[in-house]
């Protein structure tokens, strides 16, 4: 058990560090509700993660592998919602960047003001629902997280193993990795959030994260297993 505990850790920190909707969506909240709202979307995706474990470990998941329907209904599902979320986060920022609006109105006429309205609090909330749901759904809607897990994690369990019970284990080490590298990305991103949260920063990295979340939704709902 523990020559697999030593190849599994650091072929799941790679795969923990590839960016992809996940980060993305770190990235948005961090950006807009700050780090309180990346640590909801970051629980989110663990919660998300851990499920697919679960139904990967109890054989669930096989459903997704074997039912080209199911696998395409969750797919598209998935995909949508991605979709949903990356325009919700355009749209925000278009509204965001209105120069009519109060805050271009406050630049414009007390600069000062500005700037501390620049680096206040974060709103709280953010267009696409709480940022919990949103991390959890982004990953239970994902099939290709289902299938990662019902591939990936038997390769570590020894024979002879408690098959449950190991793979939740691995899952959990998935998850405490998950948890240390997006939280210290969140912090960073929040780190710099005064400087990117000015309006039109702001702006283009909400059209920026939310054409990534777009682009990753029509990627998943294009992809073929």
Known sequence: MTASLLAFIPVALLLTLLPGADTALVTRNALTLGLGGARWTILGILTGCLMHATASAL???AILATSARAYETVKLVGAAYLV???VQAIRHAQGGADPSSALGMTEARHPERAQRVEGSAPAPTAPGGHPFMQGFLTNILNPKVALFYLTFLPQFIPAGAPVLRTSLLLAMIHNALG???LSLYAQ???RLRVAL???V???WLERATGGVLVALGARLA???R
């Open 59 to 61: 054989g669930l998941s």
């Open 197 to 199: 949260t000015r309006p």
């Open 84 to 86: 949903w979320i990356g």
């Open 179 to 181: 948890f240390a590298w």
């Open 222 to 224: 294009w992809d073929r």
């Open 188 to 190: 960073f991103v929040d």
């Open 201 to 203: 920063v702001k702006a």
